[in-house]
């Protein structure tokens, strides 16, 4: 089974159909002002009409008022929210009917206890996103660049479907994959040049070596 890929915080429309063209399923956009990789509304809206297709759309939201979500959705025409913040399941269960679009819940991992938060809202999303808890003092709750043992996926048996985050690059996959048994990956700041700034470069070499995996 090939992996699904998903290529996070992209702010150009030359990265998204590159990344679309190379095989992402899904093209990440972030709607966080404390993020080097944030979106306005305005500028989600001035580049809806040049994205690619063929690729699903997923907003990345922190903490944010649902009227926000909801004008975020309508300006990118999003096909997914993922829910990056201290969002409760009652609220991606409201966010999935009220909006119409799925729902990806991160959860943050250092270690295997904190996997068991997923339960509590796989019932209420779509997907669930494992990704590495930010170091002490991060402004951010994701795109740090730092990973946590990806082996403890391995030994659960999840009833639902999730992804891998956190601190991938395109020479780390594999082993990535091979100790978690991940379907699907999500990158950032493994496809920068600095925080922000997307490498056209990195984004190809990453979903190459995706495609190579299995």
Same mark, same amino acid.
């Given at each position: 089974? $090939?992996?699904?890929?998903?290529?996070?915080?992209?702010?150009?429309?030359?990265?998204?159909?590159?990344?679309?063209?190379?095989?992402?399923?899904? *093209?990440?956009?972030?709607?966080?002002?404390?993020?080097?990789?944030?979106?306005?509304?305005?500028?989600?809206?001035? *580049?809806?009409?040049?994205?690619?297709?063929?690729?699903?759309?997923?907003? +990345? &939201?922190?903490?944010?008022?649902?009227?926000?979500? =909801?004008?975020?959705?309508?300006?990118?025409?999003?096909?997914?929210?993922?829910?990056?913040?201290?969002?409760? $399941? #009652?609220?991606?269960?409201?966010?999935?009917?009220?909006?119409?679009?799925?729902?990806? !819940?991160?959860?943050? +991992?250092?270690?295997?206890?904190?996997?068991?938060?997923?339960?509590?809202?796989? $019932? #209420?999303?779509?997907?669930?996103?494992?990704?590495?808890?930010?170091? !002490?003092?991060?402004? *951010?709750?994701?795109?740090?660049?730092?990973?946590?043992?990806?082996?403890?996926?391995?030994?659960? %048996?999840?009833?639902? $479907?999730?992804?891998?985050?956190?601190?991938?690059?395109?020479? /780390?996959?594999?082993?990535?994959?091979?100790?978690? /048994?991940?379907?699907?990956?999500?990158?950032?700041?493994?496809?920068?040049?600095?925080?922000?700034? %997307?490498?056209?470069?990195?984004? =190809?070499? &990453?979903?190459?070596?995706? %495609?190579?995996?299995?």
């Amino acid at each position: 089974m $090939p992996v699904s890929t998903k290529i996070c915080g992209l702010t150009t429309a030359e990265h998204a159909n590159l990344a679309a063209f190379y095989g992402a399923r899904w *093209l990440g956009f972030v709607f966080f002002e404390r993020s080097p990789r944030n979106l306005s509304l305005q500028e989600a809206h001035s *580049l809806r009409r040049h994205l690619p297709k063929r690729a699903e759309r997923v907003g +990345v &939201f922190v903490n944010a008022e649902h009227n926000f979500i =909801e004008a975020a959705v309508d300006a990118l025409d999003l096909d997914w929210v993922q829910l990056h913040g201290d969002e409760y $399941p #009652h609220e991606a269960q409201l966010i999935r009917d009220r909006m119409g679009v799925s729902v990806i !819940k991160a959860i943050g +991992v250092s270690e295997r206890a904190d996997l068991a938060e997923a339960d509590a809202f796989a $019932p #209420h999303v779509d997907a669930i996103l494992f990704d590495a808890k930010p170091p !002490k003092g991060a402004d *951010l709750p994701g795109g740090n660049a730092v990973s946590f043992p990806w082996h403890i996926l391995m030994e659960q %048996k999840f009833t639902f $479907p999730w992804l891998l985050a956190g601190g991938l690059t395109a020479s /780390n996959l594999p082993e990535a994959i091979a100790q978690s /048994n991940a379907h699907a990956v999500d990158v950032s700041s493994g496809v920068e040049d600095a925080p922000g700034q %997307k490498s056209g470069e990195k984004i =190809e070499a &990453f979903l190459r070596a995706a %495609k190579a995996v299995r």
